[in-house]
């Protein structure tokens, strides 16, 4: 049995098919019940929208194409599901897939999602690697998402050295802290190398003894948490306060303190999620929340596709959810 058509449909009810084009894009003027008799008929036969025929007359697909790093982090999760409200508040799909932060499965990946087609590509660029056409030749908006990217995208970051500097001057101007470690992070990511030079810029600022004297770098997971805990120790460092390259780390972090019974260091994430509100203790983190930015990025596109004048180069700016980890008083929020 083939699939059934609108024209089918315009019988079965008693309209034209222009009328029932009408009634399945919510346009024209139309009374209620012609509206009501044309969706019965499509109930009634089964009748499925044909998006691919649908492309071809409007060169559009309805999708936004999303290439995220990994999906597992909440951070992304948290990021993903916010473009995806705001998609389809615009009337659009998602197509999400995840790099693993790996160049050549990036460029594979975007050069599928060029194929599908989607009408507009979010990307986190991979550490190493262009995407893999030049943006600027492509014939649809691209944005890149977390990270500024390599080349003249436009791109949609967090203020990440301003982000450094709010936990330093936390740390070290509000509680006294002088030795501080920074923990996790890809080494050559931009958002880490940001965070680091907000934060010793921070450190210059305060005037005190205060010192960053160490960086280990990471992936960004709990196991990895822990792994990094366990080089911390190893390197015989003294420190009093941790910077964490995100809250999953922070998490690590504060479960190692618990074990061995150390209550005297202070502890931020990055990241702000939700989770970490319910933590224990609850986590002190820098954020503009990953929800927002990916709604952000999705409203981004759907300006790009309406041909709407947009920002190249966005920044938002981060704030300070202070909580317990860092040594705050118990009830602080």
Not at 102 to 131: C, F, H, K, N, W
Not at 183 to 206: E, H, N, T, V
Request: aromatic share 6%; hydrophobic share 40%.
């Amino acid at each position: 049995m083939g699939r059934v058509t609108l024209q089918e449909v315009a019988e079965h009810a008693g309209v034209s098919r222009a009328t029932a084009s009408m009634v399945l894009r919510n346009t024209g003027r139309l009374s209620q019940e012609t509206r009501d008799r044309v969706r019965q008929s499509m109930s009634e036969l089964g009748y499925v929208y044909h998006r691919g025929a649908a492309t071809l007359r409007t060169r559009r697909s309805g999708i936004l194409g999303l290439l995220i790093t990994d999906v597992s982090n909440p951070f992304f999760s948290s990021m993903t599901l916010g473009f995806e409200e705001a998609a389809a508040t615009g009337g659009y799909m998602t197509m999400v897939t995840n790099t693993l932060d790996d160049a050549a499965r990036q460029s594979r990946l975007a050069q599928a999602m060029l194929e599908y087609p989607v009408d507009a590509l979010a990307y986190t660029p991979v550490i190493e690697g262009p995407l893999a056409v030049r943006p600027e030749e492509l014939p649809i908006p691209v944005l890149a998402v977390t990270r500024r990217p390599p080349d003249q995208t436009p791109y949609l970051t967090v203020d990440d050295v301003a982000a450094g500097r709010l936990a330093a001057e936390h740390l070290v101007s509000f509680h006294t802290y002088r030795r501080l470690v920074y923990l996790g992070g890809p080494k050559g990511a931009r958002p880490r190398d940001d965070r680091i030079s907000g934060a010793r810029q921070a450190i210059r600022g305060s005037r005190t003894r205060a010192e960053l004297v160490g960086e280990f770098s990471g992936l960004v997971s709990v196991d990895e948490g822990i792994r990094l805990w366990g080089e911390l120790m190893a390197s015989g460092l003294s420190f009093d306060a941790v910077l964490c390259h995100s809250d999953l780390i922070a998490y690590s972090v504060l479960a190692a303190l618990r074990a061995t019974g150390r209550s005297d260091v202070g502890v931020i994430g990055f990241d702000g999620l939700a989770q970490s509100k319910v933590f224990f203790p609850p986590v002190t983190s820098v954020a503009v929340g990953p929800t927002r930015l990916g709604s952000e990025a999705a409203a981004w596109l759907l300006r790009s596709i309406e041909g709407l004048e947009v920002e190249r180069r966005i920044e938002l700016p981060p704030h300070l959810e202070v909580r317990n980890s860092c040594g705050c008083p118990v009830g602080t929020s």
